[in-house]
């Protein structure tokens, strides 16, 4: 894969080619509606779906709490069981040693298992670069790479892409990087999927080093785990001789048994499924069984710079189920890619910037503000990430940068500081209504009638344009509450009988009279 | 006898004045003597979801001292009701005043209107009368911020002549979401016409909300796409009650559709 997430445009201009595009809008409202409702469905099954969420959120919590304690003892364990533990601050150290490994033996290819984190790192790049081809095993990675096109989804990253489009890409590509697709491959579901089988055994059987991630590694055991639902993954965890895995530091759990907890939590969130067709589990080096060698990168890339920030950490709970991109509404319009990141959706909105840190360019900036803060997305979370609290936070995180950066203030810093004078002060606040109500007045004159009477206008030049554009604006009412509630006592006095304050009323004798009033 | 503060909210107050009256008429009528603290501005939350919680400072305080009289604060908007609850807490940790965050501690419980009214003081039946084809909408931080749950709904069915309609997708987000209109407008305005698009689809007449800054996003492109729908805060509707001057025979007359009938009736309970 040659895509790139650099040079994305900041988010409202990313999306906008999303939401151009009817047949995208269609496939993924489609696909994320399915997953959802799947979802619902058997996470209502489990009677303390909520205790296993508080029990999810305490074990990430406390890992956090004693991240240096546990990622020791797992290396510890690790080291105890054959493997070998390699630490990489960043990912230009972690790339080096996945290529050290792969040039020690002499290969110039690897089977891969699909992995967020050796994504985050562009793994399959500076593995090229190295002169080495990394095969993505997975099916939808597959799809992905061979269209040389980025991912859009962490569960589903070829989420945008239809049969049709996929047969082409098949019958494109696959003949380059192996066994041909076969000339008569339809769309149908069952034929695709056999081609990629037949194009992938061949990879599975010739590769001597596979890469992976892990969804979880236990520290009191040095166990890593991987939940999958094709198969392709155990076929790289099995048969190659050498096996490395990219393991994020958070990822770790204190006990085995904290996978009871986890293995509820992951399947039923994700994929809407009881329990995911295949979890492989693999503690270091089994002689004469599976990999003779084994090693684990350790990666940190930004996340203990997550994991100073009180607020931000709880970011680091993720455990990549993707629940909170299939609920969310603006995901659902927008797709993976208008994120610039690996990490889409409202989870990529927060741990992106985290991650890459705030203030040094417009399209991380764009992130924590591509959410309407609907909730929906803590509502589903299985380790109860309050995203909404991360964005607002991350919110102030950006403005703080940005003040710190320039002397001049923006007219949004200046606009914000108006308001803020303005409406800390009720005299201030009651003296621009009265400017308000008679905008209203004269703009009641300009606009039409909307039912129930009220006076709108219609499309309006300058700032108030992107508000306009489709939607109707209301006209301030000719008289405020606060100066309806001082005239009138607050509807106590006899003299409220000018109706002055009515702008809205569902049925006016007659409709657009405000104007005069 | 405690003291209730109505906090009208600054939307409510410039553009939807209606919405305010309509709670002092309801409450009055429920035998609550609401006192409006005229001290009272905005909660903040416009500069705490974008980023300006410094900015917001002066607003908490405002808000903390003009209520400060008050046993309980009633508001006519789940969104700012939430602010309220769970913003100026962070917003006074941020601000590193101690006195600030006890402060807030300390401040009167605020009660979104149907929190008031079914929670304290134990009503669902109003004694509302609107005789409509009406369609709900639970606006995101009324439904999951606040999780005010079946309240709306349980007192629009105890309002007489009311026809309740199940809105499709009715848990998803309109797209206001504050300031993200104008910064991702164009993804806003997406997730709003589908909105609309589900709110069309019920038949009814009237959309309600227990947020009038949701309803102006979405009655504002019905508006533009000229669908003759009129949104309603909830308040509105509950403080409608039956007309004393017309005939029993009338009224059922009127309760089939929305004819020129209807709008005597409405305009004569207000």
Same mark, same amino acid.
């Given at each position: 894969m040659s895509g790139t997430f650099l040079g994305t445009p900041a988010f409202p201009t990313a999306a906008r080619t999303a939401l151009e595009d009817s047949q995208l809008r269609r496939n993924l409202a489609h696909a994320t509606g399915t997953i959802r409702a799947k979802r619902a469905g058997v996470v209502s099954e489990v009677d303390d779906w909520e205790q296993l969420r508080l029990a999810g959120e305490a074990i990430k919590d406390r890992v956090l709490r004693h991240l240096p304690d546990y990622l020791e003892q797992l290396e510890r364990s690790l080291v105890a069981a054959g493997a070998t533990v390699h630490w990489a601050r960043d990912a230009a150290e972690a790339n080096r040693i996945v290529v050290d490994v792969a040039q020690r033996h002499g290969t110039d290819e690897v089977v891969k298992v699909k992995s967020m984190a050796t994504q985050e790192i562009e793994l399959n790049e500076a593995l090229a670069a190295a002169g080495i081809h990394a095969w993505e095993t997975d099916l939808a990675e597959l799809i992905v790479q061979l269209g040389d096109d980025l991912p859009s989804h962490i569960l589903v990253p070829a989420i945008h892409r239809n049969r049709a489009e996929i047969r082409e890409i098949f019958l494109r590509e696959m003949g380059r990087a192996g066994r041909a697709a076969p000339d008569d491959l339809t769309d149908e579901p069952a034929r695709l999927a056999a081609a990629a089988r037949t194009h992938l055994r061949e990879k599975f059987l010739r590769a001597k080093v596979a890469v992976s991630g892990a969804n979880f590694a236990v520290a009191e055991t040095g166990t890593l785990t991987v939940v999958e639902s094709e198969g392709n993954g155990r076929m790289c965890l099995t048969l190659p001789e050498v096996l490395v895995s990219v393991v994020g530091?958070?990822? *770790?759990? =204190?006990?085995?048994?904290?996978l009871d907890v986890m293995l509820q939590l992951l399947p039923r969130s994700s994929?809407?499924?009881?329990?995911?067709?295949y979890t492989s589990t693999w503690t270091g080096v089994t002689p004469g069984d599976g990999p003779q060698e084994v090693h684990v990168v350790l990666l940190d890339n930004g996340r203990t710079d997550v994991l100073a920030d009180p607020t931000g950490r709880q970011a680091l709970r993720c455990i990549r189920c993707s629940a909170c991109l299939n609920v969310c509404p603006v995901y659902e319009r927008t797709?993976?890619?208008?994120?610039?990141? *690996?990490? =889409?959706g409202p989870i990529g909105a927060i741990l992106t910037p985290q991650l890459r840190g705030v203030g040094t360019d417009a399209q991380t900036d764009s992130l924590p503000y591509a959410?309407?803060?609907?909730?929906a997305c803590f509502e589903v979370c299985p380790v109860r990430i309050d995203i909404p609290e991360v964005l607002v936070h991350l919110r102030g995180e950006v403005v703080r940068a940005h003040q710190r950066a320039s002397r001049v203030p923006s007219v949004q810093d200046m606009a914000m500081k108006a308001a803020s004078w303005t409406l800390s002060s009720a005299a201030r606040t009651g003296a621009a209504e009265k400017v308000a109500g008679l905008g209203g007045r004269l703009a009641g004159r300009l606009g039409r009638t909307a039912p129930g009477g009220r006076a709108v206008l219609g499309a309006l030049p300058g700032p108030a344009s992107p508000w306009a554009d489709s939607r109707d604006v209301p006209v301030p009412a000719a008289e405020s509450f606060r100066s309806w509630w001082e005239r009138t006592d607050g509807g106590r006095s006899r003299s409220d009988n000018t109706d002055g304050g009515r702008s809205d009323g569902p049925a006016d004798p007659a409709p657009g009279a405000e104007g005069g009033r | 006898m405690s003291r209730v503060g109505l906090m009208v909210t600054c939307l409510n107050d410039v553009l939807f004045p209606d919405t305010g009256r309509a709670v002092v008429t309801l409450l009055r009528r429920l035998g609550v003597d609401v006192e409006f603290p005229a001290a009272q501005t905005c909660c903040g939350q416009p500069m705490v979801n974008t980023g300006y919680l410094d900015d917001a400072v002066p607003l908490v305080r405002n808000h903390l001292d003009a209520f400060a009289g008050c046993d309980a604060i009633v508001v006519p908007s789940g969104s700012c009701a939430g602010s309220v609850r769970h913003q100026h807490g962070l917003v006074a940790e941020r601000s590193g005043d101690p006195g600030l965050g006890r402060a807030v501690a300390g401040a009167p419980p605020v009660y979104e209107l149907t929190e008031y009214l079914v929670?304290?003081?134990?009503?669902?039946?109003?004694g509302a009368y609107f005789p409509h084809r009406v369609t709900y909408h639970p606006t995101c931080h009324s439904l999951r911020m606040l999780g005010v749950g079946d309240r709306p709904t349980r007192l629009l069915r105890a309002v007489r002549g009311l026809t309740l309609l199940d809105l499709p997708g009715?848990?998803?987000?309109?797209?206001?979401?504050g300031t993200f209109a104008v910064k991702n407008s164009e993804t806003s305005i997406a997730m709003g016409n589908d909105k609309a698009r589900h709110v069309r689809s019920t038949g009814a007449e009237v959309l309600v909300a227990g947020d009038n800054s949701c309803l102006m996003h979405v009655g504002g492109l019905l508006s533009r796409q000229r669908s003759g729908m009129r949104v309603m805060h909830l308040a509105e509707v509950l403080a409608s009650t039956e007309p004393v001057i017309e005939s029993r025979a009338e009224r059922s007359a009127d309760g089939a559709g929305p004819g020129s009938g209807t709008a005597r009736t409405l305009g004569a309970a207000r």
């Open positions: 530091i958070e990822k *770790v759990l =204190p006990t085995f048994q904290d994929t809407g499924e009881r329990m995911n067709p797709g993976g890619h208008a994120y610039g990141s *690996v990490y =889409p959410s309407s803060l609907c909730g | 929670d304290v003081l134990g009503v669902t039946d109003v009715a848990a998803e987000c309109c797209g206001f979401g």
